[in-house]
């Protein structure tokens, strides 16, 4: 498509200023679109600052984790990996949801997060549910962080309340011990969760694997994702 320049087209008496911009807008929408994206995986473990775009599906709806990353961020996968993607307005898609961002590698508070701005953030055709992937609690560690993961394991701890944050569960399936964490915007009730700990039931769960400072752990999306499991053998 030919491109006019803008002093010619916004001065131009067939074209309104608007109607210029308008087409400029709609021009650069285009290229955006036609970026080629970067797979997850190679995104994540370029430098602090680089700029990429990345496309998949949402793991994490909007908003989720908002108490404690102070953001209405989401997360998205692709067949590689994930991540978590830092936004300060809430989108109005869901799980599910096929994406594409470009923004900025970053960290925070050493979990690896893409930083964007809601205009670069395009909702895609299609849809499709992002499957958690069957780990250990001993190896929710750094080649998972960002990915839907599923763990399972007894209770090893007490309850502890870090509101106005979450809640902290520790679970072990035997490989070594890891931290629940139950963000307080995913809509858990606190009693609920502290009736399932003393319980001492076993319980699986479905959540993003996450990083805190040198803790690794996993956080549920809504209460669905946390549910008594099978006694682990």
Do not use: W
């Amino acid at each position: 498509m030919p491109i006019l320049p803008f002093a010619s087209v916004a001065r131009g008496s067939f074209l309104s200023r608007r109607s210029a911009l308008a087409l400029l807008g709609a021009f650069a929408l285009s290229v955006s679109a036609c970026t080629p994206a970067m797979p997850i995986e190679k995104a994540r473990v370029l430098g602090t600052g680089e700029e990429v775009t990345v496309e998949g599906y949402v793991s994490v709806q909007p908003g989720a984790f908002a108490s404690a990353l102070g953001d209405e961020g989401f997360a998205v996968q692709d067949s590689t990996g994930g991540i978590y993607v830092k936004l300060e307005q809430k989108q109005s898609f869901g799980l599910d949801a096929r994406v594409r961002i470009t923004g900025t590698l970053d960290e925070q508070n050493k979990l690896r997060i893409l930083k964007a701005v809601p205009m670069d953030v395009d909702l895609l055709p299609g849809t499709k549910t992002v499957v958690a992937r069957d780990v250990r609690t001993g190896d929710v560690k750094e080649p998972v962080e960002g990915r839907l993961v599923r763990v399972s394991g007894s209770f090893t701890r007490p309850f502890e309340d870090d509101s106005p944050y979450g809640y902290k569960l520790y679970i072990d399936d035997g490989s070594g011990e890891i931290q629940v964490f139950v963000h307080i915007t995913a809509g858990f009730d606190k009693a609920a969760l502290e009736a399932l700990v003393a319980s001492g039931a076993s319980i699986t769960v479905t959540g993003l694997a996450a990083q805190y400072e040198d803790t690794y752990e996993v956080a549920p999306r809504q209460p669905s994702d946390l549910v008594r499991a099978s006694p682990i053998p």
